[in-house]
């Protein structure tokens, strides 16, 4: 984590990563969010993402959740994905998967139909986003672009980091101080304190590497 | 699957047995089939054996039948003059009541509603199943011919006809949208879980009446129905699920559908504040005194609207009324007491449905 920190060139093309957020506009986002389209039967979706200049991948099929790690936002079929597992959960059983080891990513679905099971899971929330499968084509960009927007957070960004820090047991007081540091590197463009901070209260590897990721992503996406 | 036994059963995966609803599986039961070796010889035997009673080793009847080629066991069973009063007595030490005797008869009627119920649940998943790919592939179809449709308005903006195009694109698109909300409208009442499955976006009201009233224009028309919206000023988004759109189809179905020959259905749309004001204002059977607080429950239908037609399950306001509370949209029904109109010996006076939304 300190080799981020400590490059002091760069932390000036990241101070103004707030304001730039503020300003920033879906059609500069989309051009920087990676989007993975997984579909076993067409790459259509892909293709109008692609028209409308969505920065959008596709495969259409995936076993491991790992495969989804170079993308920041994942879009899966549900019906005949990842068949090699022969769960008959099928795609949101990935889908849930790919969120929960890598919360910060926004993860989605969709399908034709989808069994009672499924619908139970969809309402506890284990995925970002879900639609049917003939959604208007217009909304599903309105509700990508959401997706977009609030990946490129910093306050929806905290408030994952802020659910996996509780559930690493992290005191309150703690995490207080990580939020001031973890805001402060953004306004200042420099992460030194934050790097303290963590070095300090944080021995949990994944919670830290979310952290990291954090601010790589928040940088990727608003400040390149 | 649901499971529907009266008598306690042997789940033969699962080395378990579950409750019956009629005779529940005695403590000793439900701790022994799993550790006591006695006992798990006894059910593996029983799952290869062949049909009729049999005697556990602490003396309670195992009733083996087939059902779809497999072996089913009713179990831990007290049948008359058939089990072993010695030994059992001790194990159910003062709950001879809750374990109570069956006769041979019974115990036959109870494999036998068993067997029948196995069979439909069966069929029933087997239905289910079919519908499911139905609905999958009709959904897969409709977004393909959106996707198309949308290439296509793209690519003729520079064509000599692209207006005449563009009208043909649009209604090709609110054909799909219709077609999206019917199935939207099934997944609702059979599938409610999956409408609250993603989170609010934004809506406008405004022009999700004016889709409705377009795909319903035809209908209408067939009817002499006229359709007539006013808006008093320009409508705000409205962040809601995605099933608000089945909303106004709902009301507008359901207006057109009983609205006699030749009537006027007109629809109201104001902002206050905060607060949007929708009015669904038609000529429907009138809903007597009595009915008005029930018409919004589940399968309810109003006298004169049986009488105005067969075609009807009760389920519209009922949907409705649940799509407000998703939303938090407060909706009301008012029926005029008074009647303006009777025709064929039914009822008809003013219809009125009323939501209010928070923006």
């Known amino acids: 984590m300190r080799w981020l920190f400590k490059r002091e060139g760069q932390r000036k093309r990241y101070a103004s990563a707030i304001e730039l957020l503020e300003k920033s506009n879906i059609a500069s986002l989309r051009k920087r969010t990676k989007i993975l389209v997984v579909d076993d039967e067409d790459e259509e979706i892909y293709e109008v993402l692609k028209e409308r200049q969505y920065d959008a991948y596709y495969k259409n099929d995936i076993t491991y959740s790992i495969e989804a790690e170079p993308f920041d936002i994942i879009l899966m079929d549900i019906r005949g994905v990842a068949r090699r597992r022969k769960s008959n959960m099928e795609g949101f059983a990935i889908a849930c998967e790919i969120k929960s080891k890598y919360p910060l990513k926004r993860v989605c679905c969709y399908s034709g139909s989808v069994h009672q099971e499924i619908s139970e899971q969809l309402a506890d929330r284990k995925i970002d986003a879900f639609w049917v499968k003939d959604i208007d084509i217009d909304k599903m960009c309105e509700k990508i672009d959401n997706l977009i927007m609030e990946y490129a957070d910093v306050e929806k960004q905290w408030e994952v980091l802020r659910e996996e820090m509780v559930k690493n047991k992290i005191s309150e007081e703690d995490i207080r101080r990580i939020r001031e540091a973890y805001f402060e590197g953004f306004k200042k463009g420099n992460f030194a304190e934050l790097n303290i901070v963590t070095m300090e209260t944080i021995k949990n590897a994944s919670t830290m590497l979310n952290i990291v990721n954090s601010i790589l992503t928040l940088i990727k996406v608003l400040a390149v | ?359």
């Open chain 2, 1 to 359: 699957m649901d499971e529907f036994n009266l008598l306690p059963i042997y789940r033969n995966g699962l080395e378990e047995i579950s409750d019956g609803i009629d005779v529940s599986v005695p403590e000793f039961c439900r701790k022994c089939c799993r550790v006591n070796e006695k006992c798990k010889r006894h059910y593996m035997n029983l799952a290869e054996a062949a049909p009729g009673l049999y005697h556990c080793p602490h003396g309670f009847s195992s009733y083996v039948f087939e059902v779809d080629g497999d072996n089913c066991i009713f179990t831990c069973l007290r049948i008359e003059g058939e089990y072993d009063r010695a030994k059992l007595m001790s194990k159910i030490k003062n709950q001879g009541k809750r374990y109570r005797e069956i006769s041979y008869p019974i115990l036959l009627e109870y494999a036998e509603a068993y067997r029948e119920y196995w069979i439909n649940q069966n069929k029933y998943e087997r239905y289910k199943k079919f519908i499911d790919d139905i609905f999958h592939d009709v959904r897969k179809f409709n977004q393909q011919i959106k996707l198309k449709n949308d290439k296509i308005f793209r690519k003729s903006q520079k064509n000599k006809r692209y207006s005449e195009l563009l009208e043909y694109s649009k209604s090709i698109y609110v054909m799909c949208w219709f077609l999206t909300l019917r199935l939207n409208n099934h997944d609702f009442v059979y599938n409610e879980q999956l409408m609250k499955a993603d989170v609010r976006s934004s809506y406008n009201i405004f022009k999700i009446i004016d889709k409705v009233r377009y795909c319903m224009k035809e209908k209408a028309e067939s009817k002499d129905i006229k359709m007539v919206m006013t808006a008093e000023r320009e409508c705000r988004d409205m962040m809601a699920y995605d099933c608000i759109e089945l909303l106004p189809f709902l009301i507008l179905e359901n207006a057109v559908k009983y609205s006699p020959r030749g009537e006027r259905i007109e629809i109201y749309i104001d902002e206050k504040g905060n607060r949007q004001h929708v009015a669904i204002v038609s000529l429907g059977p009138r809903i007597l005194e009595n009915e008005i607080n029930l018409i919004c429950e589940q399968g309810y239908r109003g006298e004169n609207a049986v009488k105005a037609t067969d075609d009807g399950m009760g389920i519209g306001l009922y949907t409705a009324s649940c799509i407000c509370r998703l939303n938090n949209i407060d909706m009301r029904v008012y029926s005029d007491p008074l009647k303006i109109k009777c025709i064929n010996s039914i009822e008809y006076s003013e219809f009125k449905v009323d939501f209010w939304i928070d923006l």
